[in-house]
């Protein structure tokens, strides 16, 4: 399964606020464009490649990138009893998009 999700990632944050807001808008943003896929029940390996408009010198950390994807993919994808539990192995990576309009982030499950 091939999920396509539009927007510029923002990745997990340790401070509060202003970041904490805009990350808790990127997982509504999440739920609400996959809203209606499959639930995803059984074991998947998943490839994951990040599309982010806002670089700087090395783009955001991987790791802080994933958190807030699949707290958003819990709401529809990852459901309940599972979650995100169902994803054994992950290929990740990153890449900076050229405009704001290409920002997002690809998931194949497989």
Do not use: C
């Amino acid at each position: 399964m091939l999920i396509q999700i539009k927007g510029e990632p923002i990745s997990r944050k340790a401070n509060r606020g202003a970041a904490a807001d805009s990350e808790r808008a990127w997982q509504k943003e999440i739920a609400r464009q996959t809203e209606g896929l499959p639930i995803v029940s059984k074991p998947q390996a998943a490839t994951i490649m990040f599309r982010v408009h806002n670089w700087n010198i090395h783009g955001p950390d991987l790791d802080n990138l994933l958190k807030p994807l699949f707290d958003g993919l819990k709401e529809t994808v990852f459901n309940s009893p599972v979650e995100d539990s169902v994803i054994y192995m992950m290929n990740v990576g990153k890449k900076p998009a050229s405009t704001p309009e290409e920002a997002g982030v690809d998931i194949y499950l497989y």
